[in-house]
């Protein structure tokens, strides 16, 4: 019998900013889905792919590593290039562009997509997918690109594109926060109306969506939908701003330059550090045209130890180090009280605390705007606050007590729950691709 007919091929991908997971169906004949292991037993894998300066091409492309193993390649100093936030590249002109990997190889960003795709597909039918497996729900934010619907849309043909490059030819979206209402529909006994905050890595999206036991039988859920409205701003921006209001000031950002007679002292240029914390950008601080102009910018600097400081960061590539050490502090504080980000990577000794109200002025008006997006989902559904049953927080940025707290205040009669921050997404679109393909 086929295997089409025999057993289901299909699956479900979330590929999120910082973290993807692939659902496929159960084998036991239940009916369900499950989400694949991808490595040392978790369902989910760092989107991150990190391209080796040795080693031979083989039948994939250049010599890669994936997920946990990228960044530890990366962590580890292995010689090469780490990718991260991939999914921010889609909607901009650097997705049909090459970029440096190391080792004299050059790699279009498209094909950066449609490897950790493939690795991800390799990996389900590893775990027991039957094949073809050329049947896939993908998940997509509510805007890849805030305000632009033609940019918005390139940005989807994007990742089909890159999907249907590795063996998938039937391929349909779902909204990532639309897929999070079908995972928590699962626990519902009654209908109600749910809005579900997904905030990633790269996007914040709401959708109001009406749910229940009875709902969750129909395969045709659009009526269910009420309204979904989100932003681009999400845990890599609050990364950012915590970066440049702490991290980088230790570097000249917002210094001035030496005084000179007859003018004022000028502000240093600050391009070189938004790319600094800019993941997707940092490896263009390296180049060696971007370095020599750095040398050479020695004069503009006040305070020189800033510019050595940061010279020391291009020339050791030190970059992705920095947004590390950012990115855990915002952790830290965010979920209350103060830390130290220690810096002697570039300097013996070097170290800066950071405060929780240094934290909440640094990401306070993104908080602010992604609160709002939820509002105006919520006025789009043409309810008022108290009409919201329940709030339901998924993805990773949610773990963030400022932000859940911020959120939560606008819906002060509804019920809280958290489903899983990394794979409750995966967990829904699975769901629903059961529905489709069944």
């Known amino acids: 019998m086929p295997a089409s007919l025999s057993s289901p091929s299909f699956c479900a991908i979330d590929f999120g900013t910082s973290n993807s997971a692939i659902a496929i169906p159960?084998?036991?004949?239940?009916?369900?889905?499950?989400?694949?292991?991808?490595?040392?037993?978790?369902p989910t894998m760092p989107t991150a792919v990190f391209y080796y300066v040795e080693g031979k091409h083989d039948a994939d492309g250049p010599p890669r590593a994936f997920g946990r193993a990228a960044v530890a390649a990366y962590v580890e100093g292995a010689d090469g290039r780490l990718m991260r936030s991939m999914k921010s590249i889609l909607g901009s002109g650097l997705i049909d562009q090459t970029t440096d990997v190391g080792g004299g190889r050059g790699v279009k960003y498209s094909d950066i997509l449609s490897g950790y795709l493939k690795r991800l597909r390799n990996s389900a039918l590893a775990a027991g997918a039957p094949a073809p497996l050329n049947k896939l729900v993908l998940g997509r934010p509510v805007f890849f690109v805030d305000g632009e619907p033609k940019r918005d849309a390139q940005a989807q043909a994007s990742l089909e594109a890159a999907a249907h490059a590795v063996g998938f030819d039937d391929v349909h979206f779902q909204f990532e926060p639309i897929a999070a209402a079908f995972d928590f529909e699962q626990h519902s006994e009654r209908e109600q109306i749910v809005l579900v905050a997904d905030i990633g890595g790269g996007t914040s999206d709401f959708s109001v969506v009406r749910v229940g036991p009875e709902r969750m039988k129909r395969v045709d859920r659009r009526d269910d939908?009420?309204?979904?409205?989100?932003?681009?701003?999400?845990?890599?921006?609050?990364?950012?701003?915590?970066?440049?209001?702490?991290?980088?000031?230790?570097?000249?950002?917002?210094?001035?330059?030496?005084?000179?007679?007859?003018?004022?002292?000028?502000?240093?240029?600050?391009?070189?550090?938004?790319?600094?914390?800019?993941?997707?950008?940092?490896?263009?601080?390296?180049?060696?045209g971007r370095v020599a102009e750095l040398r050479n910018m020695r004069s503009f600097y006040g305070n020189i130890q800033h510019h050595q400081r940061l010279m020391t960061v291009v020339e050791d590539h030190l970059g992705h180090e920095l947004a590390g050490r950012a990115e855990a502090a915002k952790i830290a504080v965010a979920n209350g009280g103060d830390t130290v980000i220690d810096l002697g990577v570039v300097e013996n000794g070097l170290q800066i605390e950071l405060s929780e109200a240094a934290a909440v002025a640094a990401i306070g008006p993104d908080i602010e705007r992604i609160a709002q997006a939820g509002r105006e989902a919520v006025a789009q559904a043409g309810l008022k606050p108290e009409q919201i049953d329940a709030l339901y927080f998924t993805g990773g940025s949610t773990g963030l007590r400022l932000l859940a707290e911020r959120i939560a205040a606008d819906y002060p009669t509804a019920v809280l729950a958290?489903?899983?921050?990394?794979?409750?997404?995966?967990?829904g679109l699975g769901l629903h691709a059961a529905r489709l393909f069944r």
């Open 418 to 427: 958290r489903g899983d921050r990394f794979a409750s997404v995966a967990t």
């Open 225 to 288: 939908i009420l309204a979904n409205h989100g932003v681009h701003i999400a845990g890599t921006d609050f990364d950012r701003h915590v970066e440049l209001a702490s991290v980088l000031r230790e570097f000249g950002y917002r210094s001035y330059g030496p005084e000179r007679p007859g003018a004022p002292a000028r502000e240093v240029p600050s391009g070189v550090y938004f790319d600094l914390a800019t993941w997707h950008l940092i490896n263009t601080v390296y180049s060696p």
């Open 26 to 42: 159960r084998l036991d004949g239940s009916g369900g889905m499950r989400l694949v292991e991808l490595e040392a037993g978790q």
